[in-house]
C-alpha cells in the first residue's frame, strides 16, 4: 500500500488554496498543516483541507511531526526569508512558489541554500505544464528545426485582489516584470535551451491601479510593456504584456520560429472570467506550420474539466503536482524546475526592470 505523503503549507491566499485544492485530487496525499496569517483566506484554506492543523508561525508549522513536504504559498517578498528559515530549522522536500526572491540582494544567501541544501527544492512554475506549452515545449526543436526566434504574448486582465493589496508596489513582487513574468522567461531559457546575455525592456503603468490608493500611495506597478532578450546561442526572444486586456480570445499566445516550421500555442485565461453569453470557453489549440510544404496543422489541446475547475492555470499546478509528489516519493531524482532555474527567471526580470528604469541594455553573465 502506498504511504500517504502529508503536506505543510505556508500561505494560503488565491494560489495557495489553487495548490490545496489540487493536492486533493492526487492519491496519497494529506494536507497536515497550514500556516496563513489571514484569519479569513485561513478559515476558506481549513474548508478546503478540513483535517489540516492551521498553525500560528512557520516555527510552529516545523514543529509539526506528521511533515514530508512543504509548499511556499506566500507574498513574494516573504519567499527568501521563509526558505532561509526552513533550511535552517527543518529542511525538508520544497515547492517554492515563482518568485523565487525579489530583493538582489538575497542572491548571494539563496545561491549558498541552492549548493547546500539537503532535500530538493522544485521551483513553481506554472506555465511550463499548461496543455498546450507543454505540447509545444515538447515539439519545438524537431519541428521548428532549432528555434531561432521566440515570441511570447500575454494579454490579460489586471493583477488580482490580494491580502493588504501587497500585489500593489514593487517593494513587494520585485515589479511585475519580476512577480508576472519570470514563468515566460524560465519558457524562454527551456524552450531555447540556452542563457540570456542582453536584456532591453520599455514598458510603463499607463491604465490599472492609478485610481487607487492605500495608506496614502498610488500602486506603482507596471500594466503593459515589451522586453527583447539575446541569448548565447544567437537565439532572440521578445515578451509582449499587456495587462488590461482581458477582453482577448486567448490569454497567451507562444510562437517558436525555426528553418523549418513555426510552432504555436494558444491558451485561454482562467474559465471563470470567460462571459457565459458567449457560450463554451476557446479551447487550447498548438499550431504548426512548416515552410515546405506550406499548411498550417492545427490541433486541440483540451483540458480535464477537473483540472480546470481546481485552479487558473489551465490545468497546469495539477500536472506540476504530480511531478513533486514523484520527487518526494523518490519515483524521480530531480526536480524539474531547479533553484539554478528559478534564479535565473528573476535574474531576468531584474534585468528587465533595470533597462527600463534606466533605458540601458543590461548585460547578463549568469
Not at 3 to 10: A, E, H, K, M
Not at 82 to 89: G, K, M, R, S, V
Not at 181 to 197: E, N, T
Request: proline share 7%; aromatic share 6%; net charge negative.
Amino acid at each position: 500500500m502506498t504511504r500517504t505523503i502529508n503536506y505543510g503549507l505556508i500561505g494560503c491566499g488565491m494560489m495557495g488554496q489553487e495548490h490545496l485544492h489540487n493536492i486533493a485530487l492526487l492519491d496519497g496525499t494529506r494536507v497536515s498543516a497550514i500556516f496563513e496569517p489571514d484569519a479569513g483566506m485561513a478559515k476558506i484554506a481549513q474548508d478546503i483541507a478540513p483535517d489540516a492543523t492551521i498553525v500560528s508561525s512557520v516555527q510552529a508549522l516545523l514543529a509539526v511531526d506528521d511533515l514530508d513536504c512543504l509548499v511556499i504559498a506566500s507574498p513574494n517578498h516573504l519567499h527568501a526569508d521563509q526558505l532561509d528559515e526552513i533550511a535552517q530549522t527543518r529542511p525538508l522536500p520544497l515547492l517554492v512558489e515563482k518568485p523565487l526572491f525579489t530583493d538582489p540582494n538575497d542572491t548571494a544567501r539563496l545561491e549558498v541554500i541552492r549548493q547546500s541544501y539537503p532535500h530538493p527544492i522544485w521551483v513553481a512554475m506554472e506555465y511550463r505544464y499548461m496543455p498546450p506549452i507543454a505540447e509545444l515545449i515538447s515539439q519545438a526543436r524537431a519541428v521548428s528545426g532549432g528555434a531561432k526566434m521566440l515570441s511570447i504574448r500575454e494579454h490579460r486582465f489586471p493583477f488580482l485582489e490580494k491580502v493588504g493589496h501587497w500585489n500593489r508596489f514593487n517593494r513587494n513582487t520585485g515589479g511585475t516584470f519580476v512577480e508576472k513574468c519570470c514563468h515566460f522567461f524560465d519558457l524562454m531559457r527551456l524552450i531555447l535551451q540556452s542563457d540570456p546575455v542582453r536584456i532591453t525592456a520599455s514598458g510603463g503603468q499607463a491604465v490599472n491601479h492609478l485610481d487607487e490608493t492605500y495608506e496614502g500611495e498610488t500602486p506603482d506597478v507596471l500594466d503593459h510593456g515589451y522586453v527583447l532578450v539575446d541569448f548565447a546561442s544567437g537565439a532572440r526572444a521578445m515578451l509582449e504584456l499587456c495587462m488590461f486586456a482581458e477582453g482577448s480570445r486567448y490569454q497567451e499566445e507562444i510562437s517558436a520560429i525555426g528553418p523549418d516550421a513555426k510552432i504555436e500555442a494558444l491558451v485561454p485565461g482562467p474559465g471563470r472570467f470567460w462571459p457565459e453569453h458567449l457560450g463554451a470557453p476557446p479551447v487550447p489549440q498548438v499550431i504548426v506550420s512548416p515552410r515546405d510544404p506550406k499548411g498550417p496543422v492545427v490541433k486541440d489541446i483540451p483540458v480535464d474539466p477537473r483540472l480546470l475547475a481546481a485552479g487558473d492555470h489551465n490545468g497546469s499546478t495539477f500536472y506540476q503536482h504530480q511531478g513533486f509528489l514523484e520527487l518526494v516519493r523518490g519515483d524521480r531524482a530531480e526536480p524539474d524546475v531547479s533553484m539554478r532555474d528559478g534564479l535565473w527567471a528573476v535574474q531576468m526580470g531584474l534585468a528587465a526592470q533595470q533597462a527600463l528604469i534606466t533605458g540601458e541594455a543590461v548585460h547578463l553573465t549568469g
